[in-house]
């Protein structure tokens, strides 16, 4: 097939297309309507429930701040607050923004820019939780045991279940970083090659 | 209830359009309808401020290309949405078998073609001139003109493997 045939198939199948009237009034009213575009809403939903707990547990240990009293468990704190409320804002940020992109106002070019930017901010952003998850497990035992039932396990100790349980959530956490580190480069790299064909 | 009608009225004279890009850019059936439906929402979402602002053209390829070029990102959609008879449209293909294969064959070369690419073909089969595939894409006349000329060449290579 030359390429002047394809524009000739090209035509002749939008006549045809054209010529079909297949949306109805009402059809295209529903697709108007925001309830359809359940896709973002979705992982809205589930990031909004999920920063909400974030904030929750937040929230307690900051009013119960001042049951932390020595330096190692204020630190621990600081830590855990920061987690739950820094990552949350972050990527709700990231969901408004992709919310509200205007669609109408940025060219072809602009959009493609932005999306291989956006990717490549959320993909940092993953990594970053991924590295908060290591610092929240090790910095919310202590905080937690000493909100909980007031023990400070850096005298204390703790028990052998507490190492089994730190013991395994270190190696899934790093078995689950390492594939994730792999799915980041590709598509990082997929988002560069973007923007470099834009550049061209 | 006057925008609305006017909105119905725009899209009807134009959802061939919406569903070539949808064709161009969806994965399947499934995604093409999720696509169909977003482009149509998004559109309605920024029909208040365009109006008059361009013509209604740019603005339906501008909106419909950005909305595909976001869905690229998304995940798989749950089942809800509206009942659209996809099959029905593809009575336009299918009108005769020889055209349905031969439009099988081009859309199949051309969801080859990487994101710009698939843009830039798509807005030279619809018969755009480069200045307006320039102000709906962004990029400059000049570029348009050697992008769509190396787009040619690969595709004409493709097509001849």
Redesign the interface.
Same mark, same amino acid.
Not at chain 1, 9 to 14: A, C, I, K, N
């Given at each position: 097939?030359?390429?002047e045939e394809?524009?000739q198939?090209?035509?002749?199948?939008?006549q +045809?297309?054209?010529? /079909? /009237?297949?949306?109805t009034?009402k059809?295209?009213? /529903?697709?108007?309507?925001?309830r359809? @575009? @359940?896709?973002?809403s979705?992982?809205q939903t589930f990031e909004t429930a999920g920063s909400v707990i974030c904030f929750v547990m937040a929230a307690f240990v900051l009013f119960n701040f001042g049951k932390l009293d020595t330096w190692y468990l204020v630190l621990s704190g600081i830590l855990v607050l920061l987690a739950l409320t820094l990552l949350p804002i972050l990527v709700l940020r990231s969901i408004f923004k992709?919310k509200h992109?205007?669609?109408? /106002?940025?060219?072809? +070019?602009?959009?493609?820019v932005e999306?291989g930017r956006?990717?490549q901010r959320f993909l940092f952003l993953q990594r970053l939780n991924i590295g908060f998850g290591f610092l929240i497990m090790f910095a919310a035992l202590p905080v937690a045991s000493k909100l909980l039932s007031n023990k400070d396990i850096f005298e204390t100790g703790v028990s052998s279940f507490t190492w089994i349980y730190l013991g395994a959530a270190v190696v899934g956490l790093a078995l689950f970083a390492r594939w994730g580190y792999g799915c980041y480069r590709r598509i990082t790299q997929s988002a560069e090659n973007?923007l470099k064909?834009?550049e061209? | 209830m006057q925008d609305k009608q006017e909105f119905i009225q725009t899209i009807k004279e134009n959802e061939g359009v919406i569903y070539k890009i949808t064709r161009v850019y969806a994965k399947d059936k499934e995604d093409q309808k999720d696509l169909y439906q977003e482009i149509v929402y998004q559109l309605w979402k920024s029909f208040e401020s365009f109006q008059g602002k361009s013509k209604v053209s740019t603005w339906m390829y501008r909106v419909a290309l950005n909305t595909s070029i976001a869905h690229l990102n998304k995940q798989k959609k749950s089942q809800q949405g509206v009942s659209m008879d996809f099959e029905l449209l593809n009575l336009a293909d299918e009108h005769d078998s020889i055209m349905e294969e031969q439009m099988n064959t081009l859309y199949a070369h051309i969801k080859k073609l990487n994101v710009v690419e698939k843009g830039l073909i798509l807005l030279f089969l619809e018969g755009k001139s480069y200045e307006e595939i320039a102000s709906i894409t962004g990029f400059t006349v000049t570029n348009v003109g050697t992008r769509l000329g190396r787009i040619k060449q690969k595709l004409k290579t493709n097509i001849k493997k």
């Open positions: 097939m030359e390429l394809m524009k198939l090209w035509e002749t199948m939008s +045809r297309v054209e010529k /079909q /009237q297949l949306l009034n059809l295209i009213i /529903q697709m108007t309507q925001e359809y @575009t @359940t896709k973002l979705k992982i992709m992109l205007d669609l109408a /106002q940025q060219n072809f +070019r602009e959009s493609l999306f956006e990717k973007l064909e834009l061209d | -």
